[in-house]
Nanobody, 121 residues
């Protein structure tokens, strides 16, 4: 009820693209920073992108120049456009609120269940 809901995951071939969406029924996302995370099977969860309340964007080195985070305010959503996908991008993608500015945050809240992405031929 009070959490993010992620959607858009699926199976895609290497080199392909996928667009994920994250919504929250309890908050107007335009007012908050939102982060996307990736957890590969058997690996630690990694923050891949964060967008601040004023539109600053931050990316992990592993996804720079391939992924883009953006807002879709009419849908109260934050999207993650993923291009040039690699097999190592496989895993669960989830959203959370950073408890501080994107560039200094160490704690996150309201984790979503995540959406599964599989990059395979």
């Amino acid at each position: 009820q009070v959490q993010f809901v992620e959607s858009g995951g699926g199976l895609v071939q290497p080199g392909g693209s996928l667009r994920l969406s994250c919504t929250h029924s309890g908050y107007t996302l335009d007012d908050y920073a939102v982060a996307w995370f990736h957890q590969a099977p058997g690996k630690e969860r990694e923050r891949v992108a964060c967008i601040s309340s004023i539109g600053e964007v931050f990316y992990a080195d592993s996804v720079k120049d391939r992924f883009a985070i953006s807002r879709d305010n009419p849908k109260n959503a934050v999207s993650l456009q993923m291009n040039s996908l690699k097999p190592e991008d496989t895993g669960v993608y989830s959203c959370a609120f950073p408890l501080g500015p994107c560039d200094f945050a160490h704690e996150y809240a309201h984790w979503g269940r995540g959406t599964q992405v599989a990059v395979s031929s």
